[in-house]
């Protein structure tokens, strides 16, 4: 059931709808459940019962962990938590990427094997909803966490529709106290998450898939040989493309949570404004970032074991950063990539004194300049289906090809051109402040003849409702 689509409309009508007649607390988070539940049936009723299986052995997992008397105990049951989690992650989403792996090795060293191939169906949204639950079982390790001695508040927690299967990822200590009593909506809450949702659609569905997708795909499904003014209107597409459509279902996400009385976490901050790589993950997919420093780098010793050392640590996070994104090497590149340039910022930081360099505008313009490019020659791996594809994109990009194939016409060329034009001046305009702010101070009929353009725009293009991106991770 995709967020642009009439039947998520209908769907989110009687829910609200339905949620806000009834008086009770309980019968309202007994609804949100079942409505939950729906949602992701919806998709693969089968695959319902492995998300409550991961729920169930979690709220298990977690009680065993207060109730555990020695510290050798409770570290026990953490591990069989993460065990669990991982293991089933593991065979869903990388079974035939390590079989294939393991046959690639075993190749190099003289020994021929023939791996089954693992018929299976990748969960939607299972990366997302195995974070959302182990979240719980860590933090409770951590004392951070509470735990619950409500299984329906816990799952309800763990499968709340909004961010389910695409996050933003949503950890148990934040979620489980405000299931403690019924939300109460102030001034303008229901309006403001209405305008988010509208926002996020029109992100999705207008300016994604409708003005940046069809330019993306053309450039990076093209088998020859290209101009670099194509490649890098290609690349620019999808950098956009990837924004509006990850960015668009979290703020739906947040907006849909607020509806219903519920507040969630920003998941994005105007990334593509940000003054180098620490930074750009300060803004960049939040609740991914925080996860993995809070409960991978962090435990790891962090940035407390000298420069080497946290060098490695960096490295070792954003390969399991990139590996999280999916069963291909191609994303264990664009994770590493970042893990580079992280890792020569804090040289950097070694050397010169880069807070008070950043003061200037000058160099906060060349640094944020300079990463946005890096990132976008990130993302080639990170769309690119192979490294054939990547490498002769990126041959493109630096005019390898000066008689390469041309394949976007003028009017497209335009169309990602302002877009990025468009993306860039938003985001730098705004990256000091937040979009509630910034729209606080505009005048009412503008706000309104705004929201109502952006209306018009996704009813107008909605024959170009394609899933989410992040719904494959």
């Not at 050798?72 to 938590?81: D, E, I, L, V, Y």
């Not at 300079?370 to 490294?387: I, L, S």
């Amino acid at each position: 059931m995709l967020f642009n689509s009439l039947t998520f409309v209908v769907f989110f009508v009687v829910v609200v709808g339905t949620y806000w007649l009834l008086r009770g607390w309980e019968a309202r988070k007994n609804l949100l459940l079942v409505a939950s539940y729906v949602f992701y049936g919806a998709w693969n009723p089968p695959f319902a019962l492995l998300l409550f299986a991961t729920t169930a052995l979690d709220f298990y997992l977690g009680s065993r962990i207060a109730g555990a008397s020695t510290p050798g105990t409770r570290k026990a049951w953490m591990w069989a938590s993460v065990a669990s989690n991982l293991s089933m992650l593991g065979f869903f989403k990388y079974g035939n990427f390590l079989l294939a792996n393991t046959q690639w090795l075993l190749e190099r060293a003289g020994v021929h094997y023939q791996p089954p191939h693992l018929d299976v169906f990748l969960p939607i949204g299972i990366s997302f909803y195995t974070f959302h639950s182990l979240s719980y079982t860590l933090d409770v390790y951590r004392g951070v966490c509470a735990p619950t001695k409500s299984l329906r508040d816990f799952t309800l927690a763990v499968s709340f529709f909004p961010q389910l299967v695409a996050g933003p990822i949503v950890r148990a200590a934040d979620f489980l106290p405000q299931l403690v009593s019924a939300p109460a909506l102030r001034p303008g809450q229901f309006g403001w998450g209405l305008m988010l949702m509208t926002l996020g659609l029109f992100q999705k569905t207008v300016l994604a898939d409708t003005l940046l997708s069809g330019s993306a795909d053309t450039v990076f499904g093209h088998g020859g040989p290209l101009q670099w003014l194509d490649a890098w209107a290609g690349v620019l597409a999808f950098s956009g493309q990837i924004f509006f459509d990850f960015a668009g279902y979290s703020t739906c996400a947040i907006g849909a949570a607020l509806c219903l009385g519920f507040h969630l976490k920003d998941n994005f901050r105007f990334p593509y404004a940000a003054v180098g790589f620490s930074d750009f993950w300060r803004r960049w997919h939040i609740s991914l970032s925080t996860f993995l420093r809070d409960f991978l780098y962090i435990p790891l010793g962090g940035n407390r074991h000298g420069t080497a050392r946290s060098a490695v640590n960096l490295m070792l996070v954003m390969f399991i950063g990139g590996l999280w994104h999916g069963a291909a090497w191609t994303f264990v590149v664009w994770g590493v990539i970042h893990g580079v340039f992280l890792v020569l910022e804090r040289l950097l930081d070694w050397f010169i004194n880069k807070a008070q360099i950043n003061r200037t505008r000058a160099v906060q313009f060349l640094v944020g300049g300079g990463t946005f490019v890096v990132v976008c020659f990130a993302w080639v791996f990170f769309r690119a289906a192979d490294f054939t594809t990547a490498a002769r994109l990126i041959r493109a990009m630096v005019g390898a090809f000066p008689h390469g194939d041309a394949l976007l016409g003028t009017r497209e060329l335009w169309q990602v051109g302002l877009v990025t034009a468009g993306l860039l001046f938003a985001h730098s305009r705004l990256r000091n402040t937040s979009l509630e702010a910034m729209v606080a101070t505009k005048p009412r009929w503008l706000v309104v003849g705004v929201w109502t353009v952006m209306l018009c725009a996704i009813l107008l293009n909605q024959d170009s409702g394609n899933a989410f991106i992040y719904f494959q991770f």
